[in-house]
């Protein structure tokens, strides 16, 4: 599958603790996105890599934290976890982080927080 | 800043109907319009995009600048296109997709 992959899937933690989620681009893809997708807020974008540089940030809070690796994939890491954090973390592609490019998103990471 | 409107949070229509989701942007340059469809809370899947002017399953959207419109239409719908539908933009000054809250369609059979 050439397409956007997320691990893990599912992920139950509880308050205070950190979780890393990690996304693989589509084959050739140079930029990755982070959105984050709640019942009250919608869908937030949270902050967009460019081949391992940072090139955007939106609405990511400062316990969050996110880093692209050479190989291009991605990592969202979550620390000092509370309630309204659960949310469904959906990370996205694109070829070179035009806005003109299109966003090929993976299948999201649902975060439950106890 | 650019914004996403998508007026009604819930359209129910009958199968065979038409079908139209309203999208409304601000934004004062020339921005890049999309509409994504979410089946079920799944992965969110391009439907079409307005550069492209090309109908996928049906639906096409036609960029009205003079009203900052990108409404999404079908003219018979399908019971498979019950699905969350959102219409979201790019521009030159924010590569992000900025998202409307979304528009969950139902169709009736």
């Known amino acids: 599958d050439s397409g956007v992959t997320q691990t893990p899937k599912h992920l139950i933690t509880a308050t205070g603790q950190r979780v890393t989620l990690r996304c693989s681009p589509r084959?050739?893809?140079?930029?990755v996105y982070w959105y984050q997708q709640s019942l009250d807020q919608g869908l937030q974008f949270l902050i967009q890599?460019?081949?391992?540089?940072?090139?955007a940030k939106g609405n990511i809070l400062e316990r969050f934290s996110a880093q692209q690796f050479p190989d291009l994939h991605s990592e969202l890491n979550l620390s000092s976890l509370e309630l309204g954090d659960s949310a469904l973390y959906f990370c996205?592609?694109?070829?070179?982080?035009?806005?003109?490019?299109?966003?090929?998103f993976g299948p999201g990471t649902r975060l439950t927080v106890l | 800043a650019q914004r996403v409107t998508q007026p009604e949070k819930l359209l129910s229509v009958f199968k065979g109907a038409p079908v139209e989701l309203k999208c409304n942007y601000s934004y004062s340059g020339s921005p890049e319009l999309f509409w994504y469809v979410q089946y079920s809370r799944q992965r969110l899947q391009l439907l079409l995009r307005?550069?492209s002017r090309e109908s996928i399953k049906g639906f096409t959207a036609d960029l009205n600048k003079g009203e900052t419109s990108f409404h999404l239409k079908k003219p018979f719908a399908q019971e498979e296109d019950s699905a969350m539908y959102y219409c979201a933009l790019t521009s030159g000054s924010a590569r992000q997709l900025t998202f409307g809250s979304g528009t969950q369609l139902t169709v009736l059979p």
């Open positions: 996205a592609s694109s070829q070179a982080g035009f806005y003109t490019d299109t966003q090929y």
């Open positions: 084959s050739g893809d140079l930029s």
């Open positions: 890599y460019y081949n391992g540089e940072e090139r």
């Open positions: 307005h550069i």
